[in-house]
């Protein structure tokens, strides 16, 4: 399981997706979960970051399941209309 950071904003998104990425290439099970109950701040870069961690997912053949996500971040999604492209479960 991959853990998101308690923030994640456009001053630090692309250093969260390289740690991110770099968690990825060990990761064994068939499913990806990436645990998004520590997160507090962020802003729409967070959403760009989880939609690139989901291409770099199904590009290895893997399912993509967001946890834990908050609800402010599900808003989000929501408006932007990408809710479908992120699986979650609580």
Do not use: H, W
């Amino acid at each position: 399981m991959l853990v998101l950071p308690e923030v994640i904003t456009q001053a630090n998104a692309v250093a969260c997706l390289a740690a991110l990425s770099k968690d990825l290439s060990g990761q064994a099970q068939a499913d990806v979960v990436l645990d998004a109950g520590n997160l507090k701040r962020f802003d729409s870069a967070a959403l760009a970051l989880l939609l690139e961690v989901r291409r770099e997912v199904l590009k290895m053949g893997k399912k993509f399941v967001l946890k834990e996500a908050p609800q402010r971040l599900q808003d989000l999604a929501a408006l932007y209309g990408i809710t479908e492209l992120l699986p979650s479960q609580p």
